[in-house]
């Protein structure tokens, strides 16, 4: 069985700061691992994902995460935020064998960026 | 382009009344899921369908069923609602391949009084 911990249910952070959200999973067997953003009353979208490869991985709006095996973390970051990007972040891990349906979401962060 | 439609948006129920969470894809994806969202809790699988004609249990499914109706379609129903399936529900599809993400509807605000 697979499991994720957001560490942070709540970043505050004012604009142009940078941002890191953290995200730490456990599991037995390889994974993949997502980032998702659900704004206000919207459905979660993509924001990146890891499958293999460079443990380094560029998503949309200018986020970034890194892979980390050995301390089984998958943090989320970006260099300088803007008020758009407040919201609520999912981070979420599948087996690498699996299929979505194995997806296991964490609790969420809740971003706020002030002005 | 539509992705995943979800209906109805909001919806109040009274406690032991019947209701059927519509979700429609035009993606062409085989898999479909059901989610439930509470606070603090992220989002938990009630059920998921693999392909058209197979339904599975996730992790929450007690006091739900669903029908895959066909590759389209794919509803939640909730015979006898109580005041803990308060909670907004998702649903999703994906391709059933591995590695693959799954792309959510807007989602159902659902009160249960």
């Known amino acids: 069985a697979q499991s994720v911990t957001q560490l942070d249910s709540q970043v505050p952070v004012f604009e142009e700061a940078p941002v890191e959200l953290r995200c730490n999973y456990s599991s037995s067997v390889s994974v993949y691992l997502f980032w998702y953003v659900q704004y206000p009353n919207q459905g979660l979208q993509l924001l990146l994902k890891?499958?293999?490869?460079?443990?380094l991985v560029k998503g949309i709006n200018g986020f970034e995460a890194e892979f980390n095996k050995s301390q089984t973390s998958f943090h989320l970051r970006k260099p300088s935020v803007h008020i758009s990007d407040t919201a609520e972040y999912f981070c979420?891990?599948?087996?690498?064998?699996?299929?979505?349906?194995?997806?296991?979401f964490g609790s969420g962060t809740q971003l706020t960026v002030l002005p | 382009n539509a992705g995943v439609t979800q209906t109805p948006k909001f919806q109040v129920l009274k406690t032991g009344q019947s209701m059927t969470l519509q979700c429609a894809q035009d993606m062409n994806h085989n898999s479909m899921y059901w989610y439930r969202q509470d606070p603090g809790m992220g989002l938990r699988l009630i059920y998921y369908s693999a392909s058209e004609g197979t339904t599975d249990k996730g992790e929450v499914p007690n006091g739900y069923n669903v029908s895959r109706l066909n590759k389209r379609e794919f509803s939640l129903r909730l015979e006898s609602a109580a005041p803990s399936q308060t909670s907004v529900y998702f649903c999703?599809?994906?391709?059933?391949?591995?590695?693959?993400?799954?792309?959510f509807g807007q989602g159902t605000r659902l009160t249960v009084v």
């Open positions: 979420a891990v599948s087996e690498s064998a699996g299929s979505a349906r194995q997806l296991t």
């Open positions: 999703a599809s994906s391709y059933d391949r591995t590695g693959t993400e799954a792309f």
């Open positions: 890891y499958l293999s490869g460079s443990t």
